[in-house]
């Protein structure tokens, strides 16, 4: 098999095919994929946030309820009328296009956006490593920078601007209900997060070769929960995400009009667990790629994430020393342990 996509005589894709042939041929790994190659396809809580901002004062507790109810029982849901413009969406869906398309070596080895490129994982060792996508991840502050972008993707890096404002002022307002339905007074909750520490994620999906209705579907993204306070994510049409619910894989019904808000670690811990964060993964699709864009919503690595009522279920932990060990258990067993490492 050969990496398809091309500009020119320019290679475009990360050669997962080349790093990974070993990994998606073996025989285990088929089989563990095709136990899981159906699931059933369900639209997440869906919460409508025209009614936030409303002037009757039952529409706002009732949507408030909604979110609450949604981050408790789902850790996933999904929002309308959040402020962001589809057009806006689809603008930078267009230009994310034309970014991933650019030749390989261009993407590692240019500094584009940062110097924020990444793709699968070329150090996994086991199927449970693997990750059939390629990625930027960009803190919002680095976005307007000329001197890591050359000069170059103008109207990408507006429009990336304008999306991180939206949906940082999103985030808050979110996080405002969930904070103070805890009898927490939000003031800046979540504190020391701000455009130096919250990232944009743009996300591209490449069609896998081998997934196959006899061997199941490669992941695009493995199992994880995420480690931050919450993120937004928009996707496309493609679809391909799945969430753990009862035990059991899900696949999200992709909605052009919405957003899709989870609930991280980070909330989760300060929490003390009234809030989930949950198990999620991107599944991939044999003919179709797929594009998402994600907000995260991170502190300072410095910032201690301590529960908002005592006792606390966890440990206090810095957001530093939380990374540090999700990245050192990832290294060493290939697995994320996440917040197990930090309970009492």
């Given at each position: 098999m050969k990496e398809v996509l091309a500009i020119g005589s320019e290679i475009s894709e990360p050669p997962l095919v080349t790093s990974y042939q070993a990994l998606l041929?073996?025989?285990?790994?088929?089989?563990?994929?095709?136990?899981?190659?159906?699931?059933?396809?369900?639209?997440?809580?869906?919460?409508?946030?025209?009614?936030?901002?409303?002037?009757?004062?039952?529409?706002?507790?009732?949507?408030?309820?909604?979110?609450?109810?949604?981050?408790?029982?789902?850790?996933?849901?999904?929002?309308?009328?959040?402020?962001?413009?589809l057009e806006l969406l689809e603008e930078i869906k267009r230009e994310q296009v034309k970014l991933f398309r650019l030749p390989f070596e261009k993407k590692v080895s240019s500094g584009i956006l940062n110097d924020s490129y990444r793709w699968g994982n070329p150090a996994a060792l086991s199927v449970d490593q693997f990750s059939w996508s390629e990625?930027?991840?960009?803190?919002?502050?680095?976005?307007?920078?000329?001197?890591?972008?050359h000069g170059e993707f103008?109207?990408?890096?507006?429009?990336?601007?304008?999306?991180?404002?939206?949906?940082?002022?999103?985030?808050?307002?979110?996080?405002?209900?969930?904070?103070?339905?805890?009898?927490?007074?939000?003031?800046?909750?979540?504190?020391?997060?701000?455009?130096?520490?919250?990232?944009?994620?743009?996300?591209?999906?490449?069609?896998c070769p081998f997934s196959r209705p006899e061997t199941g579907a490669a992941c695009g993204l493995v199992s994880h929960t995420d480690s931050d306070y919450l993120t937004i994510l928009y996707q496309d049409h493609v679809g391909g995400l799945q969430v753990m619910k009862d035990s059991r894989w899900v696949a999200v019904r992709p909605n052009r009009n919405a957003l899709i808000v989870n609930i991280g670690d980070l909330f989760q811990a300060w929490s003390n667990d009234a809030y989930k964060s949950v198990e999620h993964r991107v599944i991939t699709n044999a003919k179709r790629e797929r594009y998402s864009i994600a907000y995260f919503v991170c502190p300072s690595y410095d910032s201690t994430i301590g529960a908002y009522?005592?006792?606390?279920?966890?440990?206090?932990?810095t957001f530093g020393e939380y990374r540090k060990q999700v990245q050192d258990d990832v290294k060493r067993t290939g697995k994320k342990f996440g917040l197990s490492r930090f309970q009492v």
């Open positions: 041929q073996n025989n285990d790994f088929h089989s563990h994929l095709k136990t899981e190659s159906i699931v059933q396809e369900i639209d997440l809580p869906m919460i409508d946030l025209c009614n936030l901002q409303s002037e009757n004062r039952e529409k706002r507790r009732l949507c408030a309820e909604e979110i609450v109810k949604a981050a408790s029982e789902w850790g996933f849901f999904q929002v309308l009328n959040h402020g962001i413009s990625a930027f991840h960009v803190p919002l502050d680095k976005i307007s920078d000329e001197d890591c972008n103008s109207s990408l890096r507006e429009s990336m601007k304008n999306l991180g404002m939206a949906m940082s002022n999103l985030g808050r307002a979110l996080a405002d209900v969930l904070v103070q339905n805890l009898g927490y007074s939000c003031g800046n909750f979540p504190k020391n997060c701000d455009e130096k520490t919250c990232f944009l994620r743009l996300n591209r999906y490449p069609p009522a005592q006792p606390s279920r966890y440990r206090s932990f």
